[in-house]
């Protein structure tokens, strides 16, 4: 009887598993399979739903959590960059932005209801030598298919199209090595 179950518990897990798999084909995406032209890939930022968070923000009525690798924490802690350190090699940030609603149970609660897209920017003094040691993506969300794609010229704001997106906004904070971010007291 205990082989039984073993065996059972296998073949309901292998079920499980290739029914994932399957829900994911028909979904026709991998989200990590995504790159933005010049390199920088969805792929670099795997694990980032599960980062700490930073900050949040709002912007033009869209609402954002922004999430840091332990790296870029490590960083903030340190008091990068408010003491004139750039952040190290390594440091990621991921921004996800969501469209706001009111909260049923709730009303006078605002809270983040559909997903807008999911901005990235990783710190590689090499790669990204031209642009402030930094690598930017934009991947925009759409609900109605349940697929991310780069941001283009059409996003808002416009997003060129390559690892340097970004560059040209952050450069107003150069002198915070380009990150806009704060990490506040807990």
């Not at 009887?1 to 059972?8: P, R």
């Not at 900050?55 to 802690?77: H, Q």
């Amino acid at each position: 009887m205990k082989n039984n179950s073993k065996l059972l518990i296998a073949i309901v897990a292998a079920t499980l598993v290739s029914l994932g798999g399957a829900a994911l084909a028909l979904s026709g995406q991998d989200k990590y399979e995504l790159k933005v032209p010049n390199g920088l890939a969805f792929s670099e930022f795997r694990g980032y739903e599960g980062w700490q968070l930073i900050s949040v923000s709002e912007n033009g009525g869209v609402y954002a959590a922004i999430l840091g690798n332990p790296t870029i924490i490590d960083a903030f802690r340190s008091g990068i960059p408010g003491n004139g350190k750039p952040f190290p090699d390594g440091s990621r940030m991921a921004k996800i932005h969501w469209i706001p609603k009111k909260l049923e149970t709730f009303p006078a609660a605002t809270v983040p209801a559909t997903q807008h897209d999911v901005d990235f920017m990783v710190k590689d003094s090499k790669r990204f030598a031209d642009s402030g040691g930094w690598g930017y993506a934009v991947f925009e969300y759409d609900a109605a298919s349940d697929k991310f794609a780069p941001g283009t010229e059409a996003s808002k704001p416009p997003q060129a199209h390559d690892a340097k997106c970004g560059f040209a906004c952050h450069t107003i904070v150069k002198d915070r090595d380009y990150v806009f971010t704060d990490y506040r007291h807990r």
